[in-house]
Structures are given as C-alpha cells and as structure tokens.
C-alpha cells in the first residue's frame, strides 16, 4: 500500500496518510465541502484497514476546525477505532498550543464520544 501526502491550504489541513501506521493532519480545516475533502482520506483508510499496522499513531495538530470537520474527523476516528478487533494499537496524539483551551476541549470531546484516551500534547 501507498502513502499520500495531501499538501494545505488556506481551507484544508495538510494531511500524511502512511502505511507505516502514522496519520496526520495539521493546520485548519474550514472547507465548505470538508465531506468531499476527506472523501480520498477515507478511502485510503477503508484500504489501510484491511492491512494495517501493528501499531497505528494518529496525529492532529489542527489550530482550527468548523464543525462539519468535526463530524468528518470523528467518523474517521471511529472507523480507526476498529483496529481493537484486529488487536492492533491506535494511539491518538492531540497537539494544541498552550493557551488554546478551545482546542484542547474539543481534543477531550472527541476522546470522551469515542471512549478512547488520547495523549494531549502542549505546544509552547
């Protein structure tokens, strides 16, 4: 399987999707049509599933998101939340900057409707 890189702009994050087992998304997320931003991430994710890491780490480090990201995101999460089936590891890394409690609460939102403990890493 093949990694992609989905480079940033000023609407949508820069995204890593690599079949080493890391994802990440940086920057913001503000797309009108975040849906059919992360279509492609999704489809990667559905193949990426089928042969996974034993350990899969995701990384946000998003200093914005609308809603409709929001939604995106965690239903990214949830199908990554499936790799338990397949007794392999998803650790969530959850980077805000020191100060930024909204995105930190929005970090600890996502972990309580997922039930799944994230690592909140400051950024100083």
Do not use: C
């Not at 995204?15 to 059919?36: A, M, Q």
């Not at 492609?40 to 990426?48: L, R």
């Not at 480090?61 to 990201?69: I, K, P, T, V």
């Not at 590891?89 to 600890?108: N, S, T």
Request: glycine share 6%.
């Amino acid at each position: 399987m093949e990694g992609k890189k989905i480079e940033s702009t000023r609407m949508t994050p820069e995204v890593y999707l690599g079949p080493e087992g890391v994802i990440k998304f940086w920057g913001r997320s503000i797309s009108e049509d975040s849906k059919g931003f992360f279509e492609e991430v999704n489809i990667w994710i559905d193949k990426y599933l089928k042969s996974p890491a034993e350990v899969t780490t995701v990384e946000f480090g998003l200093e914005y998101f609308n809603s409709a990201s929001a939604k995106q995101l965690i239903l990214i999460l949830k199908k990554l939340s499936l790799l338990s089936e397949k007794q392999k590891k998803l650790i969530v890394k959850w980077f805000y900057e020191e100060g930024d409690e909204d995105i930190l609460e929005k970090g600890e939102y996502f972990s309580s409707v997922l039930n799944h403990s994230f690592k909140f890493i400051k950024i100083t």
